[in-house]
């Protein structure tokens, strides 16, 4: 079946500096890759999306560009804030009529920005 | 336009209750998913339903945990009996199907259970 890893469980940096969170899946459809972030105590909210194979996609600062060859999207941000704080999911998105946006998900990295 | 709205908030039960938690959907959107969250697993599925049908019920989580979609605008989640490893956040999301893949799925802000 499909699946997501995200090999970093906790990632602590301070502001200013970059910051980039593993992801990398198996499927055997055509893959649609996603990030949600997750602030403390509220739901989790799309961050941004691809499934065009090499192009950058960029939202509020972060980006990410999917690589079918190795099977990986990255998440990137070049100098993190303190509002970053949160956890990221990488999701996967088998790309299938019947699945529509039936997502799998990662099990989450928790971003910790200090001052 | 309203969000997904969870309730309760929180849920405390002993344990071989049962518990109900309840989902409403964004208005018009006809895809919902029930996905459990824990620090060691991370987001798993629990249920999804399309225009109200059962597509998908996670094999790990059939004996215990019932979901339903009574209309498009009301999801229920029973689980029975409760054990104390079902402690955990249940979030409920919901989508718009027939636009294409996009990945949107608004989420709730979930039921945070804990079965003594």
């Known amino acids: 079946g499909d699946s997501v890893t995200q090999t970093e469980g906790l990632v602590t940096l301070t502001k200013g500096l970059p910051v980039m969170l593993n992801c990398t899946y198996q499927?055997?459809?055509?893959?649609?890759l996603f990030w949600y972030v997750q602030h403390l105590n509220e739901a989790p909210k799309l961050l941004l999306k691809?499934?065009?194979?090499?192009k950058r996609t960029e939202h509020q600062g972060f980006y990410a560009t999917l690589h079918k060859s190795s099977s990986s999207f990255h998440l990137q941000k070049s100098s993190v804030q303190l509002s970053d704080s949160a956890l990221y999911f990488c999701?996967?998105?088998?790309?299938?009529?019947?699945?529509?946006?039936?997502?799998?998900f990662g099990i989450g990295t928790r971003v910790l920005v200090r001052p | 336009d309203a969000g997904v709205t969870q309730t309760p908030r929180h849920e405390v039960a002993e344990k071989g209750q049962t518990i109900i938690l309840k989902c409403e959907p964004v208005?018009?959107?006809?895809?919902l998913f029930w996905y459990r969250q824990t620090k060691i697993q991370g987001l798993e599925l629990l249920s999804y339903f399309r225009s109200k049908s059962l597509m998908e019920d996670g094999g790990a989580f059939k004996d215990r945990f019932k979901a339903e979609m009574l209309n498009s605008s009301f999801s229920t989640l029973k689980i029975q009996p409760t054990e104390p490893k079902d402690s955990a956040v249940y979030l409920c999301?919901?989508?718009?199907?027939?636009?294409?893949?996009?990945?949107?799925?608004?989420f709730g802000e979930g039921s945070k259970l804990t079965v003594l």
């Open positions: 999301a919901s989508s718009l199907e027939g636009t294409g893949i996009t990945g949107q799925l608004y």
């Open positions: 499927t055997t459809y055509s893959p649609f």
């Open positions: 208005s018009g959107h006809n895809d």
């Open positions: 691809s499934s065009t194979d090499n």
């Open positions: 999701a996967l998105s088998a790309g299938t009529n019947s699945a529509g946006n039936k997502l799998t």
